[in-house]
Each structure stands twice: as structure tokens, then as C-alpha cells.
């Protein structure tokens, strides 16, 4: 019995692969590759952003309530981005969470030297890199992390509100352990989101929602790193 026919036939049916491939295609899933580039490509934009809002903001005088109604903004685009349903609604959360956190960072690095400024800026983008390898390759989950990093963000929280209290009543209190907690704990969460995000399904949408919390976990080690090893004016 001749098979040619057979074979020649078959040879025209797609593979399993293709399958799956072309349905991943249809729900909007990416290569994983492209997946973390993504992830990658939107916080470098996030960070841009930011940087441009703070060149805009270095001058500025924030009062408290100004500091408020931009934390609102800040806090306002990472709802939109988590509660989105897709990802152009979801970028435009980051692009305002972004863009706000910026305002606030620029005043705040005008109280330091450019150069440890510059200085700082490299050590957290070493920082950044590492940490972010790190958790890309590391195979088993940390998801059992997430309670222990959330109790060390409620030390920080209470630590700081403490502060601000005490000063109210003339007590200055030295918080200096609270930066280098603060540093530990955000070097520990960059790891821990992008482990989380690479257990998500790889869609783009995903990815504009791993990045805004990287992002966030990147302005505050950079923040502590400063407040750590930074030169006042």
C-alpha cells in the first residue's frame, strides 16, 4: 500500500504546536520572551516619565496639601491600572501613577548634591538589574513572601506616621534603621514582583500591571537609597 498520499496530506495539517500557538495568538498571550520584555519596556517608560516630571517639579516649593492631592493622583493611577480591563486603560493608570510619583520625587532630589544624586541613580539601576535577574530566574514561587513583606511595609507606614507625630510635639527621634528596613524590604519586593509576574499569563496587560508595581518598588529604593547615602545641599 502506497502512503505517500497519506503523508503529503498530513504535512498540510498544522501541528500541535501551531495549534497552540495560534490559540495563545487568539487570547492575546505572548511569547515569553516578548512577555518580559514588555515588562521591561514599560517600567524603562515609567522611569523615563518620571524623570521628565521630575525635571519639571525640581524647582517647585511642595506644601503638604499639594504633596496630598499628587499622592492621590499617584495612588488613583495604580487603581486604574489594577482594575482595568484591558491594557491601553491599564497603561494610562501607569502613565498618571508614573507622572505624579515624579512631581513628588523632584522637589525631594533637589534637597541633594546632582552628584550623589547621579551617584545614587547608578547604584539603584545596578540594584535594579540584579534583583530583577533574580527573580525572573528563580523556578519555585515566593508567593509566601507576600505577607512578611506586607507586615515590613506597615513597619515603614507606622514608622514614618510616627515620626510625624513625635516632630508635631518638638521630639525628633532618629528613624535612620527605618531607610536602610525600607531599602532591604524594596530590594526584597522587586524580587518578589517579578517572580509573581512571571506565574501571570503573558499578555500584554499583564505586563503593563507587573511593571507599574516594579515601578513603584524602583521610586522607593531609590528614595531610601538617597535619603541613606545622598549629600544635602
Known amino acids: 500500500m502506497?502512503?505517500?498520499?497519506?503523508?503529503?496530506?498530513?504535512?498540510?495539517?498544522?501541528?500541535?504546536?501551531?495549534?497552540?500557538?495560534k490559540a495563545a495568538a487568539a487570547e492575546g498571550l505572548l511569547p515569553l520572551r516578548l512577555y518580559v520584555g514588555a515588562i521591561g519596556g514599560w517600567l524603562l517608560a515609567g522611569l523615563g516619565l518620571?524623570?521628565?516630571?521630575?525635571?519639571l517639579s525640581h524647582g517647585w516649593r511642595v506644601t503638604w496639601w499639594m504633596s496630598l492631592l499628587i499622592l492621590a493622583f499617584s495612588i488613583g493611577g495604580s487603581i486604574i491600572t489594577a482594575r482595568a480591563n484591558n491594557w491601553p486603560t491599564a497603561a494610562l493608570g501607569f502613565v498618571v501613577?508614573?507622572?505624579a510619583l515624579g512631581l513628588l520625587v523632584g522637589p525631594f532630589?533637589?534637597?541633594f548634591t546632582s552628584a550623589s544624586?547621579?551617584?545614587?541613580?547608578?547604584?539603584?539601576?545596578?540594584?535594579?538589574?540584579?534583583?530583577?535577574?533574580?527573580?525572573?530566574l528563580i523556578p519555585r514561587s515566593l508567593a509566601g513572601w507576600g505577607s512578611y513583606l506586607f507586615g515590613g511595609l506597615l513597619v515603614v507606614i507606622g514608622g514614618q506616621l510616627l515620626g510625624g507625630v513625635l516632630?508635631?510635639?518638638?521630639?525628633?527621634?532618629?528613624?535612620?534603621?527605618?531607610?536602610?528596613?525600607?531599602?532591604?524590604?524594596?530590594?526584597?519586593?522587586?524580587v518578589y514582583d517579578w517572580n509573581r509576574g512571571m506565574r501571570l499569563?503573558?499578555?500584554?496587560h499583564a505586563a503593563v500591571a507587573v511593571a507599574s508595581t516594579i515601578f513603584?518598588?524602583?521610586?522607593?529604593l531609590f528614595v531610601r537609597l538617597l535619603l541613606i547615602f545622598g549629600n544635602r545641599h
Not at 50 to 55: D, F, P, Q, T
Not at 117 to 136: E, F, K, N, Y
Not at 177 to 186: E, S, T, V
Open 2 to 21: 502506497d502512503n505517500r498520499g497519506t503523508a503529503e496530506s498530513s504535512s498540510f495539517l498544522p501541528s500541535s504546536g501551531q495549534i497552540l500557538a
Open 50 to 55: 518620571s524623570v521628565l516630571a521630575g525635571s
Open 97 to 99: 501613577t508614573s507622572s
Open 109 to 111: 532630589t533637589a534637597r
Open 117 to 136: 544624586v547621579t551617584q545614587v541613580v547608578m547604584l539603584t539601576a545596578v540594584a535594579t538589574v540584579g534583583l530583577s535577574t533574580l527573580g525572573i
Open 167 to 190: 516632630s508635631l510635639f518638638g521630639v525628633r527621634v532618629n528613624f535612620g534603621w527605618l531607610d536602610w528596613f525600607a531599602a532591604i524590604l524594596f530590594t526584597l519586593y522587586i
Open 201 to 204: 499569563r503573558p499578555t500584554m
Open 216 to 220: 513603584v518598588d524602583v521610586i522607593n
